[in-house]
């Protein structure tokens, strides 16, 4: 008994001096002088528009990763085919790299120096140093988010339900409106939260493809770091805090829609 609280003891202390106290003073000092000084440094045109653009690359990152994790979900459990494991193995490989080698990539393939980079310079479209550079990078990043929380749903799931609806008649699409999506609904939500949970805080692999423009470029991680090396303190914790925020509400929502086999 006495070494199991001192286990507990020893892991909240750990989770206290790792998570909880840094947390705790960066509020601290965002709200020291009132909340006058949050309000002004959440309201300024820069702070602003990173906020917006670092929501606007979290939803189309979130977007194709939802639309790509239900397929990827799907063909991984109801399909063999060759090169499946590899397929699989490639779907977790962000989780292995760094997001800024994921960037760097990037930059060899969509620079504007590069092949295909330069062929759609040429049609007008820029990746790299733009928003849809920094939607890529995202989108890698958080690619194995969703398709690994409704895997293990489909698999739970059968195939005898779709075998049935098949038979009566309904079409492919027909069975996955019908039976396959409510059936994976409430795991395809919590890995939809954590897909956005990661898109909200990358740094890494948006700091090389975006060029750190500021009221260009700039999310709000960047504007956190810009503004603290600036002596911007105010804004810098005020934006932290924002992020912090984001951070705690969406582990809530992801709690409380992780699936109930979970553990």
């Known amino acids: 008994m006495a070494s199991r609280y001192a286990l507990r003891a020893v ?35 820069d702070a602003r528009h990173a906020f917006w653009l670092t929501l606007e690359v979290a939803f189309w990152a979130v977007l194709a990763n939802t639309v790509f994790g239900i397929g ?78 409704v895997e293990p749903v489909l698999l739970q799931l059968g195939e005898e339900q779709e075998q ?11 069975t996955f409106l019908r039976i396959t999506l409510p059936g994976i609904r409430w795991a395809l939500a919590y890995g939809v939260v954590l897909c956005l949970a990661r898109a909200l805080g990358e740094y890494g692999a948006v700091a090389v493809v975006s060029g750190r423009v500021v009221g260009e470029t700039q999310t709000l991680t960047l504007f956190v770091e810009d503004s603290f090396n600036n002596f911007n303190q105010p804004a810098a914790f005020a934006a932290a805090t924002v992020l912090a925020a984001i951070a705690i509400l969406t582990l809530l929502v992801a709690k409380l829609l992780r699936p109930k086999d979970s553990p």
């Open 11 to 45: 892991a909240l202390l750990y989770l206290a001096l790792l998570l909880v106290l840094p947390v705790g003073l960066i509020g601290y000092r965002t709200f020291q002088h009132g909340l006058a000084p949050f309000i002004d440094a959440v309201n300024s045109p």
């Open 72 to 149: 990827g979900a799907v063909l991984l459990v109801r399909h063999h085919f060759p090169g499946k494991r590899l397929l699989s193995t490639l779907i977790d490989l962000p989780l292995a790299v760094s997001p800024v080698v994921v960037g760097l990539a990037l930059i060899l393939v969509y620079g504007a120096n590069e092949p295909v980079g330069g062929w759609l310079q040429r049609l007008g479209l820029q990746v790299i140093f733009s928003v849809p550079g920094m939607v890529l990078a995202t989108i890698f990043v958080c690619l194995p988010l969703v398709i690994r929380a």
């Open 164 to 174: 049935a609806a098949h038979t009566l008649g309904a079409s492919r699409w027909q």
